[in-house]
């Protein structure tokens, strides 16, 4: 496939490093000039392939390059998304995001409808994917309901490390501020945590028919008892360390979905741990826990970068508009 990759920060670099790996053709990076002017075009390239053209202007690097699919790692701004969908859409290339549209239906339906109906038009297909949301907390808890003859609750945990995020996701979160300074800052919209859990709750309410009928939300600060040192801050003593933030739909005959994400700086100890588990409750019941490199920051990437660049294949084949990762067929490591 021919592939533009759209935003070259962490994720796009890895996406490029993958794509090539995967013997797909990188025809063009796109991002801002900074940006631009910081890559070598020739790390970027297979043996047997041209260099990827580079470049800042979207619409331009589409018509120069053609390709049949777009990969966007770029932060999410809802007007902004509704453009790029429109330019790609124009360009008849397919839109693989990590920017926030794993399922929209519920959260923002008029951006999901405007997608919607610009793909559906055009006859491309757009999907938003991730590791969380997009995968461990929606895709994965749904595929072990498929040997359960009835459920009555999913409750998904993750625990991560922080340590290597830069300092705004660091101010974003919230880590070296006082209880107060948090409490104020989260009533002010200001820290937001993670609030794209919202879109796995809802997607694995829908794909269940469970008829959503309230909703709560907990963010809570994790106070440190000792100084701490990240990759690129330190934060001291009785200041946020750490954060919780839950979040639960309650649905029809008493049935829930409780999803929580938990984050340390520097954590230590068994209750800091990096970790992640899905219990479900019904027939029959079970607890899956995951471990290994993907509870990593490192691993963590990667996964996101490959939910990305396997679902490459399989959203061609799904019908047109703007998809969810339940409307494709099964998305693997295929060689």
């Known amino acids: 496939m021919r592939v533009l990759q759209l935003g070259f920060g962490a994720v796009g670099r890895e996406n490029a490093r993958q794509l090539i790996d995967k ?74 995001t990590i920017n926030g549209i794993v399922d929209t239906q ?11 109906a610009v793909a559906a038009g055009a006859g ?8 969380i949301p997009g995968f461990f907390s929606d895709v994965v808890p749904l595929m072990f309901t498929g040997c359960c003859s009835h459920v009555r609750s999913i409750n998904f ?9 830069g300092p705004d996701v660091m101010r974003r979160y ?22 794209a859990l919202w879109q796995s709750a809802h997607f694995v309410a829908r794909e269940l028919r469970w008829q959503v009928v309230g909703q709560e939300e ?3 600060p994790l106070i440190s008892d000792r100084a701490r040192q990240g990759e690129h801050v ?24 409780d999803m929580e994400v938990v984050g340390h700086l520097e954590p230590s100890g068994p209750d800091e741990e990096p970790g992640m588990a899905i219990e479900i409750a019904g027939s029959s019941g079970m607890r899956v826990e995951i471990g290994g490199e993907v509870l990593t920051g490192a691993g963590s990437m990667t996964s ?8 490459i294949e399989p959203l061609a084949a799904a019908r047109p508009g703007l998809r969810t990762t339940a409307d494709l067929p099964l998305v693997a490591c295929r060689s």
């Open 23 to 96: 013997r797909h053709q990188l025809v063009a990076i796109v991002d801002t000039p900074q940006v631009i002017a910081g890559i070598d075009p020739g790390e970027l390239a297979a043996a047997d392939a041209a260099v990827p053209l580079l470049g800042s202007d979207l619409a331009a690097c589409l018509a120069a390059t053609r390709p049949d699919v777009v990969l966007q790692a770029t932060t999410f701004d809802a007007g902004d998304m509704i453009e790029v969908v429109r330019a790609v859409a124009a360009a008849g290339a397919d839109l693989i």
């Open 106 to 116: 519920a959260l923002q339906p008029q951006l999901h409808d405007e997608i919607e």
């Open 124 to 131: 491309i297909r757009v999907l938003g994917v991730g590791a």
């Open 157 to 165: 945990r993750r625990r991560a490390d922080y340590s290597k995020w």
């Open 174 to 195: 919230g880590f070296g501020l006082t209880p107060q300074e948090f409490g104020k800052a989260t009533e002010a919209g200001a820290i937001t945590l993670f609030k």
């Open 218 to 220: 907990e963010k809570r």
């Open 234 to 257: 330190r934060i001291a003593a009785g200041t946020v360390g750490g954060f919780s933030h839950r979040v639960t739909l309650l649905c029809e005959d008493g049935r829930r979905l």
């Open 304 to 311: 996101s970068s490959a939910r990305m660049v396997n679902s």
